[in-house]
């Protein structure tokens, strides 16, 4: 079955540092979705990107989609203390398929900022 | 976006037992998910609550163990059957949006003893 890698598990950071997570799928998908867990909250979207290399930005934050459409990336520059909390990406399976509207969650990246 | 109410937010129950976890969506939404998610661990798909029929299971889990039921658009229930301090975890549902992003509610976190 599909399968979504996340790296690195773990990233602590000095306040202003720059972050990055990586996400890489067994599989193509046909988008990836990004999603931000506080400590002691629920998982809420960020964003999703569907086409092949596309780069979206919020504010500090910059979401890229490989051209393979199986691996992406999240790009936090200047980290503050309200980035604090666990950053999963999720992958969706192409449309057809029997996973289609369903996500597979990497393993997520637990980030904590030192002030 | 969905906003979505789960009930109870927490509990404590005693193993053989069974609790009904209940969701409910401001809105009326064509998919719904259960998932469970252990502490500082990722989600895990427990099944898709299909209106108007059974739901859709994934591997590892049963309907025996976790039956589920979805009545209409805005609201589905999961009950955690026969319970053991396995299943303590936090229970997780979630709506689908229009471009296939995810709603989730603010979960029930379970313990068994």
């Known amino acids: 079955g599909q399968q979504v890698m996340q790296i690195p598990q773990y990233q602590h950071v000095q306040e202003g540092e720059d972050f990055t997570t990586y996400c890489n799928s067994s599989t193509t998908l046909s988008n990836i979705q990004w999603y931000k867990q506080r400590p002691g909250g629920h998982p809420v979207f960020l964003i999703q990107?569907?086409?092949?290399?596309e780069v979206k930005k919020q504010k500090r934050l910059t979401f890229q989609f490989g051209e393979a459409k199986k691996n992406s990336s999240l790009h936090i520059t200047a980290t503050q203390t309200t980035d604090v909390g666990t950053y999963f990406c999720a992958g969706m399976g192409e449309a057809g398929g029997t996973s289609y509207g369903k996500l597979t969650f990497g393993q997520g990246t637990i980030l904590t900022v030192h002030p | 976006s969905a906003v979505i109410s789960q009930k109870p937010s927490r509990d404590i129950c005693q193993r053989g037992t069974s609790l009904t976890i209940q969701c409910q969506v401001d809105s009326q939404v064509t998919m719904m998910f259960w998932y469970r998610q252990q502490p500082g661990q990722s989600l895990t798909l427990i099944a898709t609550a299909n209106q108007g029929s059974e739901a859709t299971y994934e591997s590892g889990f049963v309907i025996d163990k976790f039956p589920i039921s979805r009545p209409n658009l805005t609201f589905s229930t999961l009950t955690v059957s026969n319970m053991s301090p396995e299943d303590s975890s936090i229970y997780l549902c979630s709506a689908v949006g229009r471009y296939y992003e995810q709603y989730f509610g603010p979960g029930t976190r379970l313990t068994v003893t």
């Open positions: 990107l569907v086409k092949s290399g």
